[in-house]
C-alpha cells in the first residue's frame, strides 16, 4: 500500500477527506448493514431531527502507527461504550459495540494510505458520529438514524512541544447536575463555543468550568479532563457526575498506578485547593495531556509551581508512558491495543 503524498511532519489539526467512510442506517427499528463509501456527501430531510433538536452525539479516537510498522488503535472498545451511554441518554438507538469496533477496524483498514507513518507525530484521527436523519416537527426522538465514521489526517496538537498554556476559571456553566455532561453530545459543544470564543478574545486558551450547583468544584474544561499532581507526587483528578469521562483519563490513572507506582486518587476537588497543587495539566485524545502553567480566577493567578516553559516532570513521565504504550514502545495493559494491519 502506497502512502499518501502528505507532508506529514507539518499536518495541523484540521480536516482533510480522505478515500473512505463508514456508513450505517438505522430504519424500521434495525442498523442495515453498513458500507464503506467514497461518498462524502450526506443528503438528509430539511426536518431532520438532527438539524432541529441536535439529536447528535460523536467519539473521537486515533489511530497510530507503531514503532516495529503495524497500525493499531487504543482502546476502542471504551469509545464502543460510552457511545452506548451517549445514545442511551438522548433516546437514540446503540449502534452494538462489537459492531462499533469492527466498524472501526474496517474503516481504518481501507484508508491506510492516509495513516501517518512513525516518527512524524501525526496520527489517523478518527471520528466516530450518530444523528437524527428522519423528520421531526413535534418535539420528540427521530425514527431513522445514520452512524457514520468518518476519519482524517491530523498533526500533533501543539507544534515544537507542549507549552503551558494559561486558562481562566469562567461564569459560564457547561453542564447542569442531572443533565447531558457525562455524555459526547453535539449540544454540549454547541453552548461551549461562545465561552471558549470569549476566552480567546481575552487571551485564555481554555475554560475551567466549575460545578453550577455551587461554584466551589473544579469539573473540566469544554473538551479535556483535569489531572492535578500535588507535591508530594500524587495524581489527583475531579469526581464528579457531570464530567465526562476522558478515556485518556482514565488511561493516566492506570499508567500512575500501575507503570510508575503513583498514588492515584479521584475525588471531588475545590478550586481553592488548587493552589497547593505541584502540576496541572488537560487530558484527551487530541493532546493527550497539556500542561498549564497558569489559572486566572477573576483577576487572581494561580501559578502552578511547574512554571510557564515546561510540562512538569511528573505529567511528563505519563505522557511518555501513555504515548510509548500507543505508540508500540512500551508494552501495552492486556486489551488495550487493537491491532488494525
Ligand atoms: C471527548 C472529551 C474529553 C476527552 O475524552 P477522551 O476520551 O480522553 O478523548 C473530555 N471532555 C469532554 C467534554 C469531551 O467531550
Known amino acids: 500500500m502506497e502512502k499518501k503524498n502528505l507532508d506529514w511532519a507539518n499536518l495541523g489539526f484540521g480536516y482533510m477527506k480522505a478515500d473512505y467512510r463508514f456508513v450505517s442506517n438505522f430504519k424500521n427499528g434495525a442498523w442495515d448493514e453498513g458500507v464503506l463509501t467514497d461518498d462524502d456527501k450526506v443528503v438528509i430531510t430539511e426536518c431532520a431531527g438532527v438539524l432541529h433538536y441536535c439529536q447528535s452525539c460523536f467519539e473521537g479516537l486515533k489511530a497510530y502507527t507503531t514503532e516495529d510498522g503495524h497500525v493499531v ?19 437514540m438507538p446503540v449502534f452494538p459495540a462489537e459492531r462499533f469496533v469492527e466498524a472501526v477496524v474496517e474503516t481504518v483498514k481501507a484508508n491506510l494510505a492516509w495513516v501517518p507513518p512513525y516518527g512524524s507525530g501525526a496520527t489517523l484521527y478518527i471520528r466516530p458520529y450518530m444523528f437524527g436523519s428522519s423528520a421531526v416537527i413535534g418535539v420528540k426522538p ?110 493516566l490513572l492506570h499508567v500512575a498506578e500501575h507503570y510508575l507506582g503513583m498514588e492515584v486518587e479521584e475525588r471531588e476537588v475545590l478550586l481553592s485547593e488548587v493552589s497547593d497543587f505541584a502540576e496541572a495539566g488537560l487530558c484527551g485524545t487530541a493532546a493527550v495531556i497539556s500542561p498549564i502553567g497558569k489559572i486566572v480566577d477573576h483577576g487572581k493567578d494561580i501559578c502552578l509551581p511547574s512554571g510557564m516553559e515546561n510540562m512538569g516532570p511528573v505529567l511528563t513521565k505519563l505522557y511518555d508512558t501513555l504515548t510509548g504504550i500507543q505508540m508500540g514502545r512500551i508494552e501495552a495493559p492486556e486489551g488495550w491495543i487493537k491491532k488494525i494491519a
Open 73 to 91: 488503535t487504543f482502546r476502542p472498545d471504551l469509545n464502543a461504550k460510552r457511545m452506548e451511554d451517549s445514545c442511551r441518554r438522548l433516546e
Open 142 to 251: 427521530a425514527e431513522e438514524y445514520q452512524f457514520r465514521i468518518l476519519v482524517t489526517p491530523v498533526g500533533p496538537y501543539f507544534k515544537g512541544g507542549a507549552k503551558p498554556i494559561t486558562i481562566r476559571v469562567t461564569d459560564y456553566d457547561r453542564a447542569a447536575p442531572h443533565g447531558t455532561g457525562h455524555i459526547k453530545a453535539g449540544l454540549n459543544y454547541a453552548m461551549s463555543l461562545y465561552p471558549i470564543m470569549d476566552a480567546h478574545r481575552q487571551g485564555y486558551a481554555e475554560n475551567m468550568y466549575l460545578d453550577s450547583a455551587t461554584r466551589t468544584k473544579v469539573e473540566e474544561t469544554g473538551g479535556a479532563n483535569f489531572i492535578f499532581i500535588t507535591k508530594d507526587g500524587k495524581l489527583v483528578t475531579p469526581k464528579s457526575d457531570s464530567i465526562l469521562p476522558s478515556i485518556t483519563r482514565r488511561s
